[in-house]
Each structure stands twice: as structure tokens, then as C-alpha cells.
């Protein structure tokens, strides 16, 4: 083959043109395998650990409702029925929140207080034989920030609902976009220089027909961290990440516990609800001078609309022990994902170590002869070091790797 491109040599090779094309498809695949695999155990770990927190985080929200669902059904039975609907409303709104959709915390926590004051007029601070008309719930529903029936329970439930939420989404958000970053490293484009140089390290010696040699050490890495010098750029954003994952899990313990909040919103609830009886007369003044008298109309029958039983084994089991598994996964996820610090800043070094370079002191090849070996300057890891590559060129970051980069400074922010 005279019309060879890259593995051209002074004497005729076995390889034709079409083989090497294919030898160069073979190569760029075979980099990739190889990330891949590095890659895997990380990436199964993270998203195991994704789907496990979002599991526990569904599971205490449940709990969280049938608690204060409970709650109403054995302490106000009389209000059940039109709280529970409430109650149902308010922690689909949390679910949503954590779960990253974009509402405000401080929105449904007082649209919650701001429905349930009707309801608790019309049963415990002015009870009639027959209900308060739709008009004049809207009323009192529009004047409860004013009247402050509560008094500061709603101010508290935001306070604490703000800032355990919150670290519960960014956690998920952060989980994810490790995901991202992995699967954006796996898939790298590499350039023609890239491609050309792979080709040249692992089947241009097949051409001389040397099926046993393997590059030689100083040569591999010189090519794999030209080739991977875009992801050895994430490296600093990526220990940044993990120092910021684990001061955020240490700030998850304590007061704005998700498992704490959540788990005690019921006796929020009740709290708020014996403010308001304890203040019945001056807050039936302030309805009267704001709503006028109540105006009814025709009772409906109140029950209990809410099954205690649903789901009760696998929740009470789940309640015992939740808030130590969540602290306790979170530490020993924390713990493990630490020694993956170093992972995008040692990825080339790991690859030509574990899986494509000769041994130290073994005859090897060197991109045009097998020798005992190579003499060239090895380079650093990152773009600029690879100035001075004498295998690669590396021209300015991938905009690919660039967007990544930015997303994880955003989520360091956050």
C-alpha cells in the first residue's frame, strides 16, 4: 500500500488504504470502550444513588401526608374531609419542588395556610349547623396573612420547609448532572490529529506485522493526554463538585433535616390549629370586621375521607429507621464518592497503566519502530501542557466539554 496516510513506512507494509480506514474506526472505538469501562463502576454508583435518594425522599413524603392526614382524622374529625384534600395539595407541592419542577416554597406553604383557615373557621373558631358559603371562604381565605389566625406557625413551616427542600433538590440536581458529566466524557469527540495519532499507537505496528508489541509508556501518554486534554480540564470543577456534594450533606443534618421537617409538619399543623382556638374571640372580631358576618349555606356531611391503612406497614417500617438511613446513606455515599476525586485529572495515566501500555523495561513501540525506550518529552495532563506534545496537536477545548464545565460551576453555586 504506497497510498497509506498514516502508517507510512520506508519499506512496503501488509496494509492496505482500506485497512487502514478500518484500523482507524477500530482505534477511536477502542478509546472509547476503554472510558467506558473506567468509567462504569463510577457512573453505576452515582445513579444507583440517585434513584435510591429520590426513592427515600418519595417514601418520607408519604409519610409526611399520612401523618398529618392522620392527624385530622383522629384530632379534628369534624374538618378531615376538606383539610385532607388541602393536606394531599400541599405535599404534591413538595414532591414537585424537590423533585426540581420550578415552584416556590414560600408560595405553597402559605397558599396551604391560606386554605386551610376556612376550613378551621368554619369548624373550630365560628361553628354552625351549616357551612360558610364559597364568597365567604374566598374572603377568608384572601384576608388570612392579615388576620394571622395562626400566628407565626406559617412563618416557621417556610423557614424550615425552604431550607431542607431545597438542599433535598440541589442534592438530585447534583446527583444528575455527575450523570451528565460522565456520559459527556464517555462520548468524546476526538479530532483528526487525535484520531490519527490513536491509529498510529495501536494498529500501525499490525502493519510491520508486530502483533505483540504495545506502545511504550512516555509514548501512550503522551498521545491519551493529548487526546483527553478536554477532559482533564473538568478535573478541578470536578473536585470542586465533590468538596461541595459533601458540604451540603453535612448541612443536611440537624434543624433543616428533611426527615426532621417533613416528619414533624403534622405537629406544625396541630400547633397552628390550637393557636387559632386559643384566639377564637379576637380572631371572630377580625373576620367580622374584614368578612362581615359569616354567610352560610346547606351542610355537607364531614367524615373522614382519608384511608389510614393505606400503605401503613411499609411506611411505619420506613419511619422507624428513616431518618438514620438517609444520614447514614448519605455519609457512606459521601465517604466513596471521595476516592473519585482525582478520577478526570488521572483518567489518561489510569488508561495507559491498566490497559495499553508496555510495562516498564520491556522492548515497546514508539509510533514508527519497536525499541527498548522512548526517548521523546513526556507532557503534562490539561490543554496547556499540551503545547509543547510531540505526538498530538491540541488545538483550544471542546465546546462540548466547555458547557459541561459551566454547568458544574453553576450547580457548585447553587
Known sequence: GVDLQVCTYKNLTCCTKKMEESYQTAAKQDIQQVLQTSSATLKFFISRNAAAFQETFEMLIRLAENHTSTLFCTAYRNMAAEATVHVQEFFTDVGL?????????LEFVNRFFDTLFPVVYNHVINPG???????????????RRDIRPFGNIPKKAMG????????SRTL????????EVINTTDHMHFSKDCSRALLRMLYCPLCQGLLLSKPCMGYCLNIIRGCLADIAEVDLHWRRYIQSLEE???AMSGTYNIEHVLLNFHSL??????HARIHEPELSEQVKKICGPPVRKPTQSPGCSFDQNKDNQGLKMFSRDSEETLTKRRKEFMSHLRLYRA??????????????AAADGLPCWNGEDVIKSYTRRVVGSGIKAQSINPEVKVKGTDPVISQIIDKLKHVIQV
Do not use: K, P
Open 172 to 179: 438530585l440536581q447534583a446527583l444528575n448532572l455527575g450523570i
Open 129 to 143: 349547623l351549616t357551612d360558610i358559603s364559597l364568597e365567604y371562604a374566598e374572603c377568608l381565605r384572601m384576608a
Open 248 to 250: 451540603l450533606s453535612s
Open 269 to 274: 399543623v396541630n400547633d397552628a390549629l390550637v
Open 160 to 167: 424550615q420547609m425552604g431550607r431542607s427542600l431545597l438542599s
Open 343 to 356: 478520577f478526570f485529572g488521572g483518567l489518561a495515566d489510569q488508561l495507559c497503566n491498566n490497559e495499553l
Open 97 to 105: 419542588f424537590i423533585f426540581g419542577t420550578d415552584i416556590s416554597t
